[in-house]
């Protein structure tokens, strides 16, 4: 809900949004633009009686003397009965140049108050300013949410993209735009009546002046007696008028001052009213404030980037494969389909299966795990579609699935079936599937079919599968769905380097270049064939035979020219051993998965490496993009330091230009027999004050592996009250597991 009530004003405002803050951002320059211009004395070095005697001797004809929130004087005088306005240099009353408001400002003033259209554009900036406040509030609280705790805001974001530039910005300017936004919200709504508008009555007329010969305005006390920094406006007797007195306002009040004998008749001081709507104004423009308006222009300017930001950004999650077309609601369908997904492709399968389950005359509510509902009333038939993530772990989408389980109210009659996807080489395949039809069975709820576990996103399997259900539901439907990946390119082999051999680990790094043909190379950074990629992204590789692509980590970045991955040759492996049999020379499909959800933050916190075997890939990736020696901390476990130390010569070179701080190795058939987790034991009590000072932990190599990391980490962590989850929530945790 509240991710739908931020997009959904941010859509409708983002026109008007970034009309005012362009101009909002173009007035903040004004209080620093007219704050350069002037002179400023400093406190008290000049009283008002000092500067209204220096004025009128240069000119005579003075009638008004206005200091602005900037510190600028201004006189309005009459010369020859021509009336004129000048600024004056407070030190001297000489005049620095004539006074005339900037055309294009007051343009740009009216365009940000009123969109040029009057009292209706006036309201509709209002409204606006008020969408500006709710964006806001919405926001900061998405942020929160995302990052796990208010806390976590002062961090580092994790990803990248469209997204990352969002957040970042959003934090950066949401102070500033609030502010902006609440005052404007406030001043809008006195304008048209909806709080009230503080009276200002001021002193009245004194009833008795002296009416004595006019003294020379430099000689009067009670204007002696007022700070030039204090004064807002002096305006002066009508000439040859000895019953008429000067009119003094200052930051505090105002009152009246006798021209003959300087006593100060009348004195009124402003309401607090008053003076709360000069700070609101001062707040909202930056008037007598012009590093604050500096500050507010700079926040302003970020609003066009979050408006092309957060549009792109809900129109990507509109065409994501987590968009359903023609869904029922969830009080009203008569079957739900619920997704689990970690990299969308299982909502391709979902949506194949509510496009035929609506064909065939059922409501469908599709939606993902996450937002499981506690009670369908006219569902009859439920199907969960679940990948599984990491170690039987949940996928994204559905890692709050079990805890919203416990609150379900599902009717009796309401059938369900579970469809996991995974891989069979793996352990733990389709984990998770498994376990949510046990926990689905002990809330009561009777199987439709037993869960079906789909191995490599087989079509053939979903088809089959489809079709039992067709027949148990008693309505003819089929299901067809053939993921489609990406389109490939031909990548040559360029460069090998072999390791593990003696230790029966046989793993080889492996550069590849895109290949031409004709059997020309060219860098993949000069080519548009690929899009562009950093270390921890997948490389997608097509074996022989037609197989399902398979994925490996990428340890390289497009600038870096090539294409590098780590792989281990696996018993019965069908493609890790198809890569281990390239030579120099060799082609092979292939093609780019994003993985920015495996990304070192920016920013100087530590940042720990945790891996074993071919897992150090994309480690080795991120150690060589630290070209800002931010500390970088590298764990990681070999067999034998003789046979597979991997990557070996570059983290010495690593560690000599500082892009890492630190490498701590294990060997577990060296004399020591010792592995990763045991290095982290013993440097508990450093990991824990890196940990402490926001520290983030990547974890990338075998599940087992990533499975006593884990364990150990959590262990680390006990005397911080906090475990791996919340580092997690915060994206402080990341794991690229195998």
């Not at 499981?372 to 993530?389: E, K």
């Not at 492996?510 to 993949?524: I, N, T, V």
Request: glycine fraction near 10%; aromatic fraction near 8%.
């Amino acid at each position: 809900m509240l991710r739908q009530l931020h997009g959904l004003t941010g859509l409708l405002a983002a026109l008007f949004l970034m009309t005012l803050a362009i101009t909002g951002a173009v007035l903040a320059l004004a209080p620093a633009m007219d704050r350069a211009a002037v002179v400023i004395p400093a406190s008290g070095e000049v009283s008002v009686a000092e500067l209204a005697g220096r004025v009128v001797a240069h000119y005579p004809g003075t009638e008004q003397i206005v200091r602005g929130p900037s510190g600028g004087v201004i006189v309005y005088y009459n010369r020859d009965g021509q009336p004129g306005a000048d600024l004056v240099n407070p030190l001297t009353g000489e005049g620095i140049a004539p006074y005339e408001p900037s055309p294009f400002f007051t343009w740009i003033k009216d365009l940000h108050r009123s969109f040029l259209m009057d009292n209706a554009g006036r309201m509709l900036a209002g409204v606006m300013a008020a969408f500006m406040a709710l964006l806001c509030l919405s926001g900061i609280l998405l942020l929160v949410r995302r990052t796990g705790g208010w806390k976590a805001l002062l961090r580092p974001f994790a990803g990248s993209g469209g997204k990352r530039i969002h957040s970042e910005l959003a934090r950066f300017a949401v102070l500033g735009l609030l502010l902006s936004a609440l005052t404007g919200s406030y001043l809008s709504a006195q304008r048209f009546g909806l709080l009230p508008e503080p009276a200002e009555i001021g002193p009245m007329f004194p009833a008795e002046v002296s009416g004595g010969q006019p003294a020379p305005v430099a000689t009067l006390s009670a204007l002696s007696n007022v700070d030039l920094r204090e004064l807002r406006e002096l305006v002066f007797p009508y000439p040859d008028d000895p019953q008429d007195v000067y009119s003094l306002t200052t930051l505090g009040g105002s009152g009246f001052v006798d021209q003959a004998t300087g006593e100060l008749l009348k004195y009124q001081p402003r309401s607090e009213g008053s003076l709360f709507q000069q700070w609101i104004v001062s707040l909202h423009t930056g008037e007598g404030l012009w590093w604050l308006g500096l500050i507010l222009g700079v926040a302003a300017l970020t609003v066009p980037v979050l408006s092309v930001t957060g549009v792109t950004i809900w129109w990507q999650r509109r065409r994501s494969p987590g968009k359903c077309l023609d869904n029922a609601d969830a009080s009203q369908a008569d079957t739900v389909i619920l997704v689990g997904s970690e990299g969308n492709a299982t909502w391709g399968f979902a949506r194949a299966l509510q496009a035929s389950l609506n064909t065939a005359g059922f409501r469908v509510h599709c939606a993902e795990m996450n937002a499981m509902v506690d009670h369908y009333p006219q569902a009859s038939m439920l199907f969960v579609l679940t990948s599984t993530y990491g170690a039987g772990d949940a996928p994204a989408s559905a890692r709050r699935f079990m805890a919203r389980l416990r609150d379900f109210r599902g009717e009796k009659t309401l059938k369900y079936a579970v469809l996991g996807f995974g891989d069979r080489q793996f352990p733990n395949f389709c984990q998770f599937a498994v376990e949510v039809d046990a926990a689905l069975a002990s809330k009561g709820l009777s199987r439709l079919h037993n869960a079906e576990l789909i191995d490599r996103c087989c079509p053939a399997q979903f088809s089959e599968w489809g079709r039992r259900i067709s027949e148990l539901i008693g309505t003819p439907f089929s299901l067809t769905y053939n993921p489609v990946l990406p389109p490939t390119v031909k990548l040559e082999l360029v460069e090998r380097a072999d390791y593990g051999l003696a230790v029966q680990a046989p793993t080889s790094i492996l550069r590849f270049k895109e290949a031409h043909q004709g059997g020309r190379l060219k860098f993949l950074i000069r080519t548009k064939a690929l899009p562009s990629f950093e270390a921890g992204d997948l490389l997608g590789v097509m074996p022989p035979q037609g197989q399902a692509a398979r994925f490996y980590s990428l340890a390289s970045s497009s600038t870096d020219g090539v294409l590098e991955v780590c792989v281990r040759k696996q018993d019965g492996g069908l493609c890790s051993g198809y890569l281990h049999e390239l030579r120099p020379g060799d082609r092979i499909d292939g093609f780019i998965r994003h993985n920015p959800g495996f990304r070192p933050a920016t920013g100087g916190s530590p940042v720990i490496l945790i891996g074993a075997g071919a897992g150090i890939g994309p480690l080795t990736g991120f150690i060589r993009k630290n070209t800002e020696r931010n500390p970088m901390y590298l764990y990681w476990g070999g067999r034998s330091s003789q046979s597979d130390f991997l990557y070996q010569p570059e983290l010495g070179l690593y560690l000599d230009d500082h892009r890492l701080t630190g490498l701590n190795t294990a060997f577990s058939r060296s004399d020591e027999r010792a592995y990763v987790q045991d290095k982290l034991r013993q440097d508990q009590r450093a990991v824990r004050q890196m940990v402490n000072a926001g520290a983030q932990i990547l974890v990338c190599g075998g599940r087992d592996m990533a499975a006593g990391v884990r364990q150990v980490i959590e262990d680390i962590l006990k005397p911080l009250a906090i475990d791996v989850e919340a580092l997690r929530a915060q994206g402080r945790y990341l794991e690229d597991v195998y």
